[in-house]
Nanobody, 117 residues
Framework: QVQLVESGGGSVQTGGSLRLSCAAS????????MGWFRQPPGKERERIVG?????YYADSVKGRVTISQDNTSSTMYLHMNSLKPGDTAMYYC?????????????WGQGTQVTVSS
């Protein structure tokens, strides 16, 4: 059974940083077939990171987030810097065909990020 489990969320102040993790079990995450999404309170879910051969970063996070991967543990990371209150949201990782842009086979349960001013 494939599972994606996010962690690393929390409460930070404006300007702070967080590293979110997405640990996969039963599946090997490929950078070319994964994405990070977020859903702010009362709003629709939006894609912030993804892409197949060409990386995609949403304008709202471009220059403030990077992704990395630990192949030994099949864990994907989202590094977020210069956080703003507008970054407050539930963050989700996703992986598996059809590989986006918003359609993925596997989704995590989410981790909450709250940024206070």
């Amino acid at each position: 059974q494939v599972q994606l489990v996010e962690s690393g969320g929390g409460s930070v102040q404006t300007g702070g940083s967080l590293r979110l993790s997405c640990a996969a079990s039963g599946y090997t995450i490929s950078r070319n077939c994964m994405g990070w999404f977020r859903q702010p309170p009362g709003k629709e879910r939006e894609r912030i990171v993804g892409g197949y051969w060409i990386p995609y970063y949403a304008d709202s996070v471009k220059g403030r987030v990077t992704i990395s991967q630990d192949n030994t543990s099949s864990t994907m990371y989202l590094h977020m810097n210069s956080l703003k209150p507008g970054d407050t949201a539930m963050y989700y990782c996703a992986a598996g065909r059809p590989c986006g842009p918003t359609q993925y086979r596997y989704w995590g349960q989410g981790t909450q990020v709250t940024v206070s001013s």
